[in-house]
């Protein structure tokens, strides 16, 4: 079973096996969580980046983590340099980035709000993509893959109670709709 979690905090602290940078397509370490990574990690993950090349926006690519604690950086392409980022790049971003992490073996990723901030895309609608998302990547592969951990790490109160609002109301929505399931199968319930 794959756990989806939230955390208030720095990416670029978190001890986990792969961190995710919300990267443009040219894999250029510029502001934002993509200049966090790059402070904190070091040269080697921009060395890496720019021998990787450009990649395709929704796409995503392996570095090191350089000084980070995280072993992995997975760089998911969710806007082209300088433009935005759409509910459909941030989303194919993401669903590259965990098949990144399974594909090293990763237990755990963190991912922060691919899109939001520099890509201009609004938090809530960050938030129901990503965990929407998480959460389809869980049930479609929870137990056939080493991952355990989806965790989405938030910088500031404000971002991380809009994914936690809407974690919450996806978890209310899935228990709604096990119940239903039960009632259909319940004897006179087709009365």
């Known amino acids: 079973m794959i756990r989806i979690t939230l955390v208030e905090g720095d990416l670029t602290e978190q001890p986990v096996d792969a961190i995710v940078n919300a990267a443009n397509s040219d894999l250029w370490l510029g502001s934002g969580v993509a200049g966090a990574i790059a402070r904190r990690g070091g040269p080697a993950i921009a060395a890496e980046c720019a021998a990787h090349g450009p990649i395709a926006v929704g796409a995503a690519a392996i570095t090191s983590g350089g000084d980070l604690p995280a072993r992995h950086v997975i760089h998911a392409a969710g806007m082209p340099p300088g433009g935005r980022a759409t509910p459909e790049s941030v989303e194919s971003a993401l ?18 709000a691919i ?3 520099v890509g201009g895309l609004a938090l809530q609608r960050c938030a129901e993509i990503s965990i929407a998302c998480a959460r389809r990547f869980a049930e479609e592969k929870g137990g056939t893959v080493p991952l355990e951990e989806i965790r989405f790490v938030l910088m500031g109160e404000p971002a991380y109670r809009v994914f936690e609002m809407v974690n919450d109301a996806a978890k209310v929505e899935a228990q709604m709709r096990r119940l239903a399931a039960r009632r259909a199968r319940l004897p006179g319930s087709g009365d």
């Open 95 to 112: 669903q590259s980035a965990l098949a990144c992490a399974v594909a090293v073996g990763a237990r755990t990723v963190a991912v922060p």
């Open 115 to 117: 899109g939001a901030g």
